[in-house]
């Protein structure tokens, strides 16, 4: 049963940085040959893609919005999955979840959610201005 558990979410002030892991577990197909992404979402508001990454060719996408401030990268031999923040805005408060498609990532799906199979539960993030 694949499993994915996000932590290090929490409360920070703008301007902060926090760091997301994603570890992932029961996987099948090798963590090498998969497309990871981060997603959020706020309340009230729909899930949007935050970052990917093609675990191999380690080819990365971000959204406009995160675009320098947050890096997402990978440990193939801890099988993680992490998302640095810095420079945190109040508008980047949400849950944030990481998921995970058993494919190479492909440039016509983006970050849409419903192109990845597999979730975690989520962990928050709060911004305070």
């Known amino acids: 049963q694949v499993q994915l558990v996000e932590s290090g979410g929490g409360s920070v002030q703008a301007g902060g940085s926090l760091r997301l892991s994603c570890a992932v577990s029961g996987y099948t197909v090798s963590i090498t040959r998969s497309c990871m992404g981060w997603f959020r979402q706020a309340p009230g508001k729909e899930r949007e893609g935050v970052a990917r990454i093609d675990s191999g060719n380690i080819v990365t996408l971000y959204a406009d919005s995160v675009k320098g401030r947050f890096t997402i990268s990978q440990d193939n031999a801890k099988i993680t999955v992490y998302l640095q923040m810095n420079s945190l805005k109040p508008e980047d408060t949400a849950m944030y979840y990481c998921?995970?498609?058993?494919?190479?990532?492909?440039?016509?799906?983006?970050?849409?959610?419903?192109?990845?199979?597999?979730w975690g539960q989520g962990t928050q993030v709060t911004v305070s201005s």
């Open positions: 998921a995970a498609r058993p494919t190479m990532c492909h440039d016509w799906y983006g970050l849409t959610p419903s192109w990845f199979d597999y």
